[in-house]
């Protein structure tokens, strides 16, 4: 028989399960955040090798180094090898004028900075030309920065 009682959930029960909820979820949007920033970091770094792959394939066809980066990129498109590979690169990745790839973005929405043989601003590593990204942050020359190497 019944006794007329319902059994229901104190106030106590429910603010203890709402807790749980609430930190299960936050541990789940770090965690997200986390693998986001990885691919993103790795996205960056697979642009940047593309990047230099094309670079290396320029200066063997031109038999000289760039100065500019776009200038580069636009003569790379006349290049079968080059072009393959910035065509091979998702196309929100580079920046367009007037049927020419002008430009290459990072993951982020961060233009990629080029430095040829000289240093032109930011930190020179006395090499010839590189690519830099601003990396997660989008600000330029700390330590979060992706490089087309391995800075010493």
């Known amino acids: 028989m019944h006794n007329g009682c319902r059994r229901a959930f104190t106030l106590l029960e429910i603010l203890v399960v ?22 993103r970091i ?6 940047l090798v593309t990047v230099s792959g094309i670079q290396n394939d320029y200066t063997r066809e031109t ?17 079968p090898a080059s072009d393959k590979q910035l065509r091979s ?34 930190t020179y590593y006395g090499r ?6 601003a990396g997660p942050d989008g600000t330029y020359d700390n330590s979060d920065d992706i490089y087309s190497f391995a800075p010493q």
């Open 18 to 39: 709402i807790a749980i909820i609430i930190i299960l979820a936050s541990i789940a949007l770090y965690v997200g955040q986390k693998v986001i920033t990885g691919s």
């Open 63 to 79: 038999n000289r180094m760039p100065t500019d980066m776009s200038d580069f990129l636009t003569k790379a498109m006349s290049f």
């Open 128 to 133: 010839g030309p590189y690519f830099q990204s």
């Open 89 to 122: 690169l998702p196309r929100e990745r580079l920046t367009w004028s007037g049927g020419n790839v002008t430009g290459v973005i990072d993951a982020w929405g961060n233009p990629l900075r080029f430095f040829p043989n000289t240093a032109s601003g930011g």
């Open 42 to 47: 790795s996205q960056t770094s697979t642009v």
